[in-house]
């Protein structure tokens, strides 16, 4: 099966960008070989500003560039980009509804050996709160492509969350900004999934079918303005909900779609995700399972909930 | 020459009138930060930039940054007497559903660059905007102005660091040097000296003048402009509250509002 990190894609539509549009400009914060950014770099390094170890002052940068016309996007680990300078974003990027891109690698558990330092667990939370903000996780390469040319027509502030691992390739189908969509039809239960879970959901749904379980599986890239009707559609159509993320079952996707639920059809849901707790060193598939956020997690949870509806 | 600097200052006496006029209305808001950068922001708006008040987002005007953001009543003044919009709207500074709000926005103020509040941030962004301006073989200039106790920010740092590292000769900053913060005297909280020498190390051109003296700010400025391949930091000596005798360097006035009559002794002072 055909596998790319979602930064790994990220890199090359930059430098594909960078041919169609000379305002796009690309900052870093020396972290652009390991979030591609220095694919750009080498093509236009006139157009590629790497700032050091200083993340609140490139975001400062990234402000002033796109007051004066700039498409800058924005890119460091998904730690360091975001809730490092934090309030920078809300005041300096937010606030003014700048069109700036904040575009995050190394997101999640997936990082690996490097820890809890570097797992972003609770970036989504944070970059959710922001009004102005969209929030957008990409399931694979292909979505990674398409939504950086979504965002890249979109006026305002986006943050796109990437991650560092290498996972399995979705079927290539259009991405809109806020729009979900059903990789696979079912009717029992709903996976709605982000990111590289969406590959864990589809494992889940064929574990399911293998019991006689039919499961929807949606793919939900737009945390931020969230797709209201796919979930009330399955909440209504299905006898429960699981979400799944790797990022913390606080504020994430999970509370995103029970937000909606709570006010507009209260159903089952069960939050897959990182349980209030920090990451820790592991190869990526072993922090997977080891904290419950893998598609033997997701089939687990299924099956609680069908035996509780029966 | 000595027309213009008698213009610059009838024009500063009129903005810190309006600062008083409009604090006291307004019954909040920062009236000794405001009176310190009278001069500075008077000279630019009325004599160093090129702007235009019917056309704001003119792509060639020069571009001010009020970092120090809490200071806007001074910016708001100078922008109403500019034209960007009509004295009237200062009457309704802080209030809800104003165009002026208590920090300033852009979003909301015809001519306000920036949105600034949160100190530390105005410096990174003036940097980009200069950048902006290179890289889109512009020649306009960016002017910015810190506080002092801002530059107690890390992320002043960052941006001083880097904007010398990207040859920044197009943006000019001020600090206005007026020695208070809210807590105290800057050298009791934390000391930011060595000002000249920090700002020198980082590698900027480092000017000092008299903050209140119109002629030398526009002096200054100009041989700023002349200066290549390097940002420009002009240290500007202040007096706080400066203009209102019961104001002037005394730290109670940071951020609070005269009251009626304070106010009417401050206007009868200022004349």
Known sequence: MEQEATRDAYGKVLVELGRQNPDIVVLDADTSSSTRTNWFAKEFPD????????????????AGLALAGKIPFVSSFAVFGSIRPYEQIRTSICWPNLNVKIVLTHAGISVGEDGASHQAIEDIAAMRVLPNMSVIVPGDSNETRRVIFACCEHKGPVYIRLGRAKFPLLPDVEFKIGKARIVKEG????????????????????????DGISARVINMPTIKPIDREAIILAAKETKGIITAEEHSIIGGLGSAVCEVLAEEK???????????????????????????????????????????EC | MNNVILKIADTSRKIRRLIIEMLSLAGSGHPGGSLSSVEIIA???????????????????DRFILSKGHCCPTLYAALAISGYFSQEELKTLRRLGSILQGHSDRLQTPGVEMSTGSLGQGLSCACGMALGGKLSQKDFFVFCLLGDGETQEGQIWEAAMSASHYKLDNLISFLDYNKLQIDGRVSDIMNIEPLVDKWRAFGWEVMEIDGHNIEEIISCVDRAKKIKDKPKMIIAHTIKGKGVSFMEGRVEWHGVAPTKEEAERALKELG
Request: charged fraction near 25%; aromatic fraction near 12%.
């Open chain 1, 266 to 308: 209260p159903a089952i849901v069960k939050r897959i995700g990182i349980q209030d707790v920090f990451g820790t060193s592991g190869k990526p598939e072993e922090l997977m399972s080891y904290f419950k956020v893998d598609a033997r997690a997701i089939y687990e949870e299924a099956i609680k909930i069908l035996n509780f």
């Open chain 1, 187 to 210: 009717k029992d239960i709903s996976l709605i999934a982000c990111g590289l879970m969406v590959f864990e959901a589809l494992k889940a749904a064929e574990m399911l079918d293998r």
């Open chain 1, 47 to 62: 157009r590629f500003f790497n700032f050091g170890v200083a993340e609140a002052n490139m975001i400062g940068y990234a």
């Open chain 2, 43 to 61: 000279s630019l708006y009325f004599h160093i930039m090129r702007h235009n008040p019917s056309n704001p987002l003119w792509e060639d005007r």
